[in-house]
């Protein structure tokens, strides 16, 4: 048998319910304690749940698009400032050559900077709606940042051509001392 509150014996002792209310309500509670758990929600509180997830999916999502925004920000500011501060002044007649995607574009440099681009010391990156000349470090700081804003870089493009098989093909052709272009 159930133990019963101490209010439960008082109410029985004063003669305001009788015994077997007593019971009927002691085994009720101990079907509510024992019971299978809460509640199944209902429809309501099934919508308004799954609403309530939808809600913080699109918010997250919208906050991440934000927050990549906002990085893509962040990257294209640190690559002005790099090429601000680093770009080669240009001078000269010379049109030096280049591509960008399919069309063909130059810039205007004098022999030494011609010289140097050749070498790979200098590098074409893309800056606003002209190009610019930098130096091998300032370029390599650009390149972390977003590689599509180099355009000419002769030594990324040597490194990666891949002509070491045919080099290893035409060694074992000899090529003559007198042989003129």
């Known amino acids: 048998m159930p133990t019963r509150n101490p209010l439960q014996e008082q109410l029985l002792k004063a ?9 009927q309500v002691a085994r009720e509670q ?29 918010d997250r999502a919208i906050a991440a698009e ?54 790979g010391t200098l590098v074409i990156v893309r800056h606003g709606d002209g190009y610019e000349l930098l130096p091998r470090p300032a370029a390599d700081k650009v390149a972390e940042r977003d590689a599509s804003m180099i355009v000419l870089d002769h030594r990324r493009s040597d490194a990666g051509s891949g002509n070491d098989a045919d080099d290893e093909y035409y060694k074992q052709f000899e090529v003559p001392d007198d042989l003129i272009w």
């Open 15 to 23: 003669g305001l319910v009788k015994k077997n209310q007593v019971a």
């Open 30 to 58: 101990a079907k509510k304690h024992q019971g299978k758990g809460p509640a199944a929600p209902t429809a309501e509180q099934l919508d308004v749940q799954r609403l309530q997830a939808e809600k913080a999916e699109r």
């Open 66 to 119: 934000r927050n990549a925004q906002a990085r893509a920000n962040e990257l294209r500011a640190q690559i002005h400032q790099i090429v601000e501060a680093h770009k080669v002044k240009r001078a000269g007649e010379i049109a030096y050559r280049f591509t960008d995607g399919d069309k063909i574009k130059d810039v205007l440099v004098n022999e030494p900077l011609r010289a140097q681009l050749a070498a």
